[in-house]
């Protein structure tokens, strides 16, 4: 049975409750099942949603439909919210099929985001009201859900083997049987019996899942099985049968469109080959997938992509609704403000107690906190601080604006635009400051980010980048930051200073040195006399350089460009 089918038996559920479904919703819903255009499937659903004349049965179908596609998307606030909303919609109207339909819907959102833990109640409801009223299909869910939840937590797999087992039973009584669903339910349930080295019954209940998908035509059902299955056996030392079943499992994966799961079925292939001492085969495996992955990630960019404009005009439209509410919130948000500050000085003062009262017992370690709030304090300073008290002038503008009832349209871009730029450098710090160490890829990739967004936001500036990463480099935050916060201020002033038409980026790795450089083909620039107070970005970024144990070159020359290279 296909995935299809079980799509078609829940909208049976619902024609069976609450009345007949169309064929023409149903046909629809087959047609969205195998569509990649998420985003334009959205749009035609609420379309068909517009339509006064819908039945219930129906009207579920497409909203489950569309929930399914902002998951596809990954818009996970979008998603939350419009399931909540219909979950209050079916409770006014009393119906609660649809109310049990929608809170299993945030529950697995929930655990996809993933927040793993805030799905368990909305599971637990489902299964409540589909206990209650006898949904079946809904009933089987939640409890497979919960028994799946525990397996991953690896934890309390008591309750897990309770709750398959409750899965069955309700599987097995229900008038319009789900095969497909009873099957993952036995299937996870062998899975639990090989994780607590149970092989016997781990081995019966994966025969009888692949006997039973055969027997339904369920190619994917049975793939899955069979890989779970091998790695079963290579944990029972049966090698030679778990590679004869493993083998199975990627050759009828091959036959679908479904890369992820080929690829699942080659790791575990790898894997029973590894372990039976057949280490030139998992290596050629190996390779393979490898090319496999690479295929994956070619196909996912581009989704990944529409999902980010999406996402991107979603928060758009989310920003202009609360900058529509400024005016009201306004005194409520000075209120906000003054009450952070207060709390910012109160933990000044405490901090400050602290460090008098430990100060004769612990000075090596103050001597050390000290260096670090003044890296962080000058970090702050150049970065957030000029941020917050342009955020500050665009609060003052507006208001100035306002009360002279000008238009605030000018005001109100600068202000979106200050608050923006603030979160993403906020963003930025926080990522490099969370980290121990950052690799040298890791770090590029976010400074290309970084240089792709900045011109963006300036225009006319093309950007090139160059990376040849031979060897890992891991950076310590501290370096990681301070070279970010060098190269920030080199891509600035090429923007705003040399005229250039194109901004070179590149990082590299040569014999253990890893090296940055920002360059342009502009105007350029006479280098300073030493102690120049006229040029504090130059000499900022020569103390961030030592302090992150680098050495800085800035070439340049009038109307011949700058270069800036960085050597870690």
């Known amino acids: 049975m296909t995935r299809r089918t079980h799509i078609l038996i829940f909208f049976l559920l619902l024609s069976r409750t609450l009345g007949a479904q169309s064929d023409s919703v149903v046909h629809f819903i087959q047609r969205l099942e195998v569509s990649p255009a998420h985003t334009e499937d959205i749009r035609t659903i609420r379309q068909w949603l517009s339509k006064g004349n819908l039945s219930v049965a129906d009207q579920i179908a497409l909203q489950s439909a569309m929930v399914k596609k902002f998951q596809e998307l990954k818009q996970w606030d979008e998603c939350l919210s419009y399931c909540q909303q219909r979950v209050a919609e079916a409770r006014s109207a009393g119906n609660t099929l649809a109310e049990a339909s929608f809170l299993k819907l945030i529950g697995n959102t929930y655990y996809h985001i993933p927040d793993k833990e805030k799905a368990i109640p909305y599971w637990e409801k489902c299964l409540e009201i589909s206990a209650a009223h006898g949904y079946y299909i809904l009933w089987q869910q939640a409890l497979n859900n919960l028994g799946g939840y525990y397996i991953d937590l690896n934890t309390h797999l008591d309750k897990a083997e309770q ?61 899955e099985a069979l890989m779970f299955y091998s790695r079963a056996l290579s944990r029972s030392k049966n090698f030679t049968k778990a590679i004869q079943t493993g083998a199975m499992a990627v050759a009828m994966t091959e036959k679908s469109n479904r890369l992820d799961l080929l690829s699942t079925a080659l790791t575990l292939q790898a894997e029973n080959l590894s372990l039976a001492g057949a280490y030139k085969e998992a290596y050629e495996i190996k390779v393979r997938l490898d090319v496999l992955n690479s295929q994956r990630f070619a196909s996912d960019l581009n989704e990944k992509i529409s999902a980010a404009n999406a996402r991107l005009k979603t928060a758009e439209s989310e920003h202009e609704k609360q900058l529509a ?76 604006h306002y009360r002279k009832e000008q238009e605030l349209g000018e005001p109100i871009d600068k202000l979106r635009n200050s608050s923006r730029q603030l979160l993403q450098t906020l963003r930025e710090t926080i990522w490099i400051l969370n980290r121990e160490q950052v690799t040298g890829e890791d770090f590029f990739d976010k400074l290309v980010d970084y240089a792709h967004r900045f011109l963006q936001s300036t225009g006319g500036i093309q950007l090139k980048v160059e990376e040849s990463f031979t060897a890992s480099r891991e950076l310590q935050s501290n370096e990681a930051l301070q070279l970010f916060r060098i190269c920030q201020e080199a891509i600035n002033n090429a923007c705003k200073y040399s005229g250039t038409a194109e901004l070179l980026l590149s990082g590299r790795t040569e014999e253990n040195k890893f090296i940055l450089e920002v360059a342009d083909k502009g105007s350029g620039f006479m280098l300073p006399d030493t102690g120049d107070e006229e040029h504090y970005g130059l000499r900022n970024m020569s103390d961030r350089a030592a302090a992150a144990g680098a050495t800085l070159h800035i070439d340049t020359q009038l109307n011949k460009g700058t270069r800036i290279t960085i050597i870690l």
Do not use: C, W
């Not at 306004?330 to 107690?353: A, C, P, R, S, T």
């Open 325 to 400: 509410l400024l005016k009201a919130r306004k005194e409520k948000q000075l209120l906000v403000y003054g009450l952070i500050g207060l709390f910012i000085i109160m933990i000044l003062i405490l901090y400050n107690y602290y460090q008098r009262r430990h100060n004769r017992q612990r000075l090596q370690l103050q001597a050390q906190v000290q260096e670090e709030k003044a890296r962080l304090s000058r970090d702050l300073h150049d970065n957030l601080g000029s941020q917050l008290t342009l955020l500050s002038n665009n609060i003052e503008s507006l208001d100035l």
């Open 163 to 223: 709750y398959l087992l409750r899965a069955i039973e309700v599987g097995k009584k229900n008038p319009v049987p789900d095969y497909h669903q009873l099957n993952q339910n036995y299937r996870l349930l062998a899975t639990l019996y090989d994780r607590i080295d149970q092989p016997a019954k781990s081995a019966v209940i994966f025969e009888k899942v692949i006997a039973q998908s055969r027997e339904q035509g369920d190619s994917m059902q049975m793939a």
